[in-house]
């Protein structure tokens, strides 16, 4: 059974430009977030995804958006690069969205902006 | 607002020393879950444990054992007989609000621990 796959696990971009991340959740859950790990710190959460549409959203300007598929994977989309964008993006998925749902993280996408 | 607090930024230890690690969390809701996860050098959070607000029973798993007291808003986590193999950025996380609606986490700044040989 595969876990949390994301894709590409390395990308280097330049400042300005847009890059999207991809994330296919575990088989059989319905509900993926996405988190943003600079260098040193926790992973803060970016927004969740669920029933195709963002359900909750955290402390993250526009230039963040996303999408979720029929088939549950999703992807993250950020535009107007910064350097300080820079970061491991982890998506998680999960089985629902209630408290005590149990997430499961990938292995991350670890995006340099140049 | 929630928050979680991990006050121990690195820690190093020699192999089969035991550890423990800090964990404080801020929270108004009555019903939260709290988390630990370990990540290894490659990146992926594991996850480790997960306990309710109303439970608050010890919990040893192996060489791993977790310490709930709400009295004091601490979650802490103990590795005895450490190994290298242990070494890793280990993150508690907090999960609740919106009615249990939700569950975002909110995570300390981790704590990274050094086994050596």
């Known amino acids: 059974d595969a876990g949390v796959t994301q894709s590409p696990t390395h990308l280097i971009k330049t400042r300005g430009q847009q890059v999207t991340l991809r994330c296919s959740p575990k088989s059989g859950h319905d509900t993926v977030s996405w988190y943003q790990q600079a260098l040193g710190q926790g992973p803060q959460f970016i927004f969740q995804y669920y029933e195709e549409e963002e359900r909750q959203r955290g402390n993250f300007p526009d230039r963040f958006s996303g999408h979720q598929f029929p088939n549950y994977s999703s992807e993250l989309n950020v535009n107007a690069l910064l350097l300080g964008d820079s970061a491991l993006y982890l998506c998680?998925?999960?089985?629902?969205?209630?408290?005590?749902?149990?997430?499961?993280f990938g292995q991350g996408t670890r995006l340099t902006v140049v | 607002a929630q928050k979680v607090t991990q006050a121990q930024t690195e820690i190093s230890v020699v192999e089969k020393e035991d550890v423990t690690l800090d964990c404080v969390y801020e929270t108004r809701d009555t019903t939260y879950y709290l988390f630990w996860y370990k990540q290894p050098p490659s990146g992926e959070l594991v996850f480790l444990i997960r306990?309710?607000?109303?439970?608050?029973q010890n919990e040893i798993s192996g060489r791993y054992s977790w310490n709930f007291q709400k009295s004091t808003s601490s979650f802490n986590f103990t590795i005895t007989a450490s190994q290298v193999v242990d070494s890793a950025v280990y993150f508690c996380a907090l999960s609740g609000g919106y009615g249990g609606a939700t569950n975002k986490l909110i995570f300390g700044t981790g704590t990274l621990l050094a086994v050596q040989p």
């Open positions: 998680a998925s999960s089985l629902d969205r209630g408290v005590r749902a149990e997430a499961f």
């Open positions: 306990r309710n607000s109303f439970d608050e």
